[in-house]
């Protein structure tokens, strides 16, 4: 990762987040099938970029080649007035694989002492669970409908 830079996603970031997004769909995987479902994750990559809280990674040609899309958790903040945020969607260029930049983006994450929910799509074929496990994330649930897997990472205790 020497030459590249880590920063927070803005709404700039958008169309590139979208385009890293759709080069690793079947990998994550989502559907892009049809104009609803290309709505859905439109309407999620807004808010975590707008969410000040989604760190991406910049490649020397200045094109996003890490995200890691994050957001305060419905749940936690809504009806627990909790400080947990959650991971919905991670990707990485094929070229920036194997590299650290997964964990670099996660780490920045954890480094906010919050707990972390990440959620893993079932099909998964980047190996995002057993990276999570390896930074200390616990299997929290499976999802009833098939949906996939969730993921926490709770921060140690003051």
Known sequence: ??????RAAALSDL???WGLLKEAANEIPFDLGNEASQENVLTEIMACCTSGLSPIVIGEDKAVVGALLVRRDDFEWGFRNGEAVHVSYAAIAPTHRDQGVLASLVAEVQDRKVPVFA???TGDQ???ADEL?????????AAESGWGDLYKWQPAAN
Not at 134 to 141: I, M, Q, Y
């Open 1 to 6: 990762m020497a030459d590249l830079k880590q």
């Open 119 to 121: 959620s893993v799509k």
């Open 126 to 128: 980047l190996g995002l």
């Open 133 to 141: 496990q390896k930074l200390g994330f616990k299997h929290e649930c």
């Open 15 to 17: 169309k590139d987040i």
